[in-house]
């Protein structure tokens, strides 16, 4: 839909039109944000958790199990790798959330970058108000009023990767005693 928004208008000098279809792309960002907003949230925390959870798992078998209930414990892995799955395609999810933000972010230059014939040279102003509207627009996917963006995904990573780093040091500190 971004793609198209941002190709109809190439050879094209209709700015009041393009304002008043990114109005309608942006309510179309905004509504279905609105209406999944719970449903991702409670996937992406599940998904953590999920994740939190099996790599504790793994943890606590091989520090506490002995090396003949070893290769039970792996088949007692395996049994689990489509839940983990789930998960990881619920980060895809956050991921492709994230790049639709990411694409509405650079409609300002796209849109900026098509050529204006203008017989006296000036600066078409009519396209500088489209580009200036679409990106104080801040379109994107939201999540309860946040903009889910790259940043907001490398956060989530980097917080996942450290409690399970915590997770790890933790379980290699008990270990030794």
Request: hydrophobic share 45%; aromatic share 8%.
């Amino acid at each position: 839909m971004l793609d198209a928004y941002s190709s109809q208008f190439h050879n094209s000098d209709k700015w009041a039109q393009a304002v008043t279809e990114w109005n309608v792309v942006q309510s179309i960002l905004h509504t279905l944000s609105r209406q999944v907003d719970s449903c991702f949230l409670a996937v992406q925390t599940s998904s953590a958790v999920v994740f939190l959870s099996f790599a504790a798992g793994i943890l606590d078998s091989v520090i506490t199990k002995s090396s003949d209930q070893l290769l039970h414990q792996c088949i007692l892995w395996m049994l689990e790798l489509p839940t983990l799955m789930t998960s990881l395609c619920a980060l895809q999810l956050f991921v492709k959330a994230a790049s639709v933000t990411e694409i509405c972010a650079r409609v300002p230059p796209v849109m900026n970058s098509v050529k204006v014939e203008d017989s006296n040279g000036a600066i078409n102003h009519d396209r500088q108000y489209l580009v200036a509207f679409i990106a104080q627009s801040q379109a994107g996917f939201r999540a309860k009023g946040s903009l889910i963006d790259a940043t907001m995904l490398m956060n989530y990573c980097y917080i996942c990767g450290a409690i399970a780093c915590g997770i790890f040091t933790t379980g290699l500190s008990m270990s030794r005693k």
